[in-house]
């Protein structure tokens, strides 16, 4: 059975950080492409930033260039996402995702969630 666990979120100040963990389970973690949504009430899912497990490959979001970054330790079956300056408009609710043949910001083309995470940062 394929799992997705996210875990890191919570409050916190404008400026300060967070690092969002995504365990993942089930599945040959080296063939996937992981990625990381987030969304807020009424809002469409959004992008935010993903890696290929198998090169290493990363995509950023144009809202959270330069302020985070994306890693993954294959070893652990674990990505993290490391979120530096935060911004009160970072606020929303992470998702972890996982696919096998797709590389990109599209949720629609992922099939594996996990269940989520609350960020929030106060101004």
Do not use: H
């Amino acid at each position: 059975e394929v799992q997705l666990v996210e875990s890191g979120g919570g409050l916190v100040q404008a400026g300060g950080s967070l690092r969002l963990s995504c365990a993942a389970s089930g599945f040959t973690f080296d063939d996937y492409t992981i990625g990381w949504f987030r969304q807020a009430p009424g809002k469409e899912r959004e992008g935010v930033s993903c890696i290929s497990s198998s090169d290493g490959s990363t995509y950023y979001a144009d809202s959270v260039k330069g302020r985070f970054t994306i890693s993954s330790d294959n070893a652990k079956n674990t990505v993290y996402l490391q979120m530096n300056s935060l911004k009160p408009e970072d606020t929303d609710v992470y998702y972890c995702a996982a696919d096998q043949t797709y590389y990109g910001s599209s949720w629609l083309e992922y099939d594996y969630w996990g269940q989520g995470t609350q960020v929030t940062v106060s101004s």
